[in-house]
DNA sequence: CAGAACAGCTAACACCTGTACGCTGAATTC
DNA sequence: GAATTCAGCGTACAGGTGTTAGCTGTTCTG
């Protein structure tokens, strides 16, 4: 709204084409069809515009993609973080976390699909926007670990990548599950996560000792 | 040989065209593209066959891919078992499984990206097949902990799942990285799995008192 | 208000895709 | 040795793909 009186009625059209292109590009991603065989021209159809008229958003499918996966990784990470400000009135951090964490990937299945299936797959520059995405979630877990735990650099980075991995691997098995499975699959990386932050404990304590 | 005489030479041929189909599908997988964009024909012509000629092995691509995610599953286990076994001439299971793991995957990098991506992605089936690849390594790793190290079966179920993740995970860490890194990033998971053993360790102490 | 900018369009291109059909020649069977 | 089986082939079709070139009408700019 704010922006869009000061971007003007032509600006303003062009964002709203470019999130229709967004947006059809994530409904195709959530039926069967991965993103590398998603064409320009169904996008472009879903969209309501003309194929060539693609070209005036994107310089092609791949930068399409790359957008999807900055903000996926964005909107994640917001919502963690206003996870965490709601674990100020008491609770526990991990739970907490992981438990938006659930949500966001039932809420978003296809796009974080996307986030985790560009991982491993497509071309390099995929991969390495992804794990980007993902060293940005290790980062803030180290922060917190450090500076509110007190661990040492070392244990706190091999400990939240351990987190990060046991996290994401079990958002992946989100997919084909209903609610009540999910919530069981909560529980038990809720359990994980402890039984990590328990060996790091432990480690600490042998070290100082 | 043993097999190939009793087998005929018609038989023993089409045996011949259907590895050289699998071999093709392997040798396209390790260039960029996913398995999902990746065409019949062009398959077909890499093995030197008439496209139309794939349909006397399979029934369409997907069966093919299928092939690739059974043996690929079956080719690791057995390595891992080998690996197991020279463990009673001494070394930690931990160290030579996981070494043998990454040596693996640097080895067959194509088709252990095809099965990290098939867990998240294509159709059903297939995620269905990665998952009962991935739960073989899970029951072994159970089965491991329960008898030989005497943990219950819940925690031995919680501990073995969470090292799957982790190791998985690391594997696909090894894609873009040289043989440096890669041994680097076995050492992390390495101390990653001891953090969860002993975290492991530490809870069943606690419920024993 | 004239002129530039530009999102979106249509038409057309060269190419690739999966698959149906029917044939051929060698291996197999009886 | 005749009959059958069947892996592999060539042809053909209908439909999808990305991308180029050039037009149109509206919005923005000076």
Known sequence: MEKAQTLGVRAQQKEKTRRALINAAMNQLSAETGFSSLSLREVAREA???PTSFYRHFRNMDELGLTLVDEC???LRQLLRQARQRIDKGGSIIRVSIETFMQFVADNTA???LLLQERTGRSREFRKAVERELEHFKAE???YLRDEQGFSALLA???SDAIVKIVFSA???CFDVDDTQRLQIAEQTIQQVRLVAR???ATRRAKVE
Do not use: C, P, S, V
């Open 48 to 50: 309501g515009i003309a």
């Open 171 to 173: 958002g992946a098995d």
């Open 199 to 201: 060996g790091a404990e």
């Open 157 to 159: 980075d091999l400990q």
């Open 141 to 143: 877990l180290i922060e």
């Open 73 to 75: 990784g964005l909107t």
């Open 111 to 113: 796009i974080f699909r």
